[in-house]
């Protein structure tokens, strides 16, 4: 099969039949073997009833249906399982993503021998209370992720080799740092393909202005596992010592204005009217805290499944 179509969707059911017969369109007439996987996440309206519609007509429409909401990161993910294409594509269930956009981004993975190719929505028809903070978010992801070259990590409509998208897990709200889990786990050739955008046509965003202050967290998040996910002790006891060096110091400051105290000043002053003093507490306190989450650090990740996971390319 070339290409495996996952689209993942929470209420779209007016958007789904035109879809359908868009991407189906732009299937036959390039002579595409293809599947579309439907990932219905907890719709509460009709969706379900329509992609079952849809599926009794047309073999290569199939299904899965959530039992209640979970989001679009776990929708992907299921839809990555399932899939067999050799090409995988992922588009919004919004008709935002032209499926015009298809042949393109599958000669760009097959013929280019791109592993990711992530659309950037140039012109984007969305409010400016979404696009502004979307440029920020791009900078920092950019910044972070050392992934130079793209400009809308967002973007529904990407394309993965089949590889790709079976050897990276997507959860949580991962699904905006796909291509920094790529990137992690050793996909390093990352393209990027201008795509046409159009206004929401159906229905309402199903994001509101919290998925800034969650990106921005999750992006911590996947810095701090790529970075130390299995080395926290490396961070952990880098700042404990710095901790440590500058308690230290500070004792050996308070011993030596004690000594000059008591030979040439005044014997009586006592060691808590130095700053030092408070320094050295502090620092010696933070210090083994930081020392001591870095050891549970490790003994979790001594239990982490990933542990001893690595991307093997090629054996013999
Ligand atoms: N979506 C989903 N589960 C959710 C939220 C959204 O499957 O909990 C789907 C949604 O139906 C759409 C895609 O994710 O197909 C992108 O959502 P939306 O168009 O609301 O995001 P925006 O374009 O505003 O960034
Ligand atoms: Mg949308």
Redo the contacts with the bound molecule.
Sequence with gaps: MDISVV??????AESLPELHAWIKRVMDANHFSYEIIFVN?GSTDRSWNVIEELSKNNPEVKGIKFRR?Y??SP?LYCGFERAEGDVVITM???L?DSPDEIPELYRMITEDGYDLVSGWKQKRYDPLSKTIPTKLFNATARAVSGIHNLHDFNC?LKAYRREVVKNIEVYGEMHRYIPYLAKNAGFARIGEKVVHHQA?KYGK???GLNRFVNGYLDLLTLWFLSTFGVKPMHIFGFLGSIMFLLGFISVAVIGFNKLHDMYCGNPYRLVTESPYFYLALTTMVIGTQLFLAGFIGELIARNAPERNKYQIEKEL
């Design positions: 689209i993942p969707l929470y209420n779209e996440d909401n989001g679009k929708a919004d269930a919004d935002q529904g929401r965003t199903k994001f």
